[in-house]
């Protein structure tokens, strides 16, 4: 609004128009999903993460990335058939 408008305005009513607007919503965090291991599998992660220098966590975040480039190319579509195959190949 013009500066003139807001002058016609009562102090009262204008300011709540002062008030910043809300933040945008934060974009969406990652989720976590807790897996359950023998003592020995746990055992050869953490050796593995060892050699690799990364945590364990990184070495299951790579599997599960891998396992699920490998189902997008068994189903030809990223979204593994969701989206009734219409979105871009591997996209
Ligand atoms: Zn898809």
Redesign the pocket.
Same mark, same amino acid.
């Given at each position: 609004m013009g500066t003139q408008e807001a002058e016609k305005i009562p102090l009262a009513w204008r300011a709540p128009l002062a008030v910043a607007a809300p933040p945008p919503p934060p974009p969406a965090k990652d989720k976590s999903c807790a897996v359950r291991m023998s003592a020995h599998d746990y055992e050869r992660l953490g050796i593995l993460a060892v050699k690799s220098c990364v945590s364990r966590q990184q070495l299951l975040k790579d599997a599960l990335a891998q396992f699920l480039a490998d189902k997008a190319r068994d189903y030809g +579509?990223?979204?593994l058939g969701?989206?009734n195959?219409? +979105?871009a190949p591997g996209g």
């Amino acid at each position: 609004m013009g500066t003139q408008e807001a002058e016609k305005i009562p102090l009262a009513w204008r300011a709540p128009l002062a008030v910043a607007a809300p933040p945008p919503p934060p974009p969406a965090k990652d989720k976590s999903c807790a897996v359950r291991m023998s003592a020995h599998d746990y055992e050869r992660l953490g050796i593995l993460a060892v050699k690799s220098c990364v945590s364990r966590q990184q070495l299951l975040k790579d599997a599960l990335a891998q396992f699920l480039a490998d189902k997008a190319r068994d189903y030809g +579509c990223a979204c593994l058939g969701a989206c009734n195959r219409d +979105c871009a190949p591997g996209g």
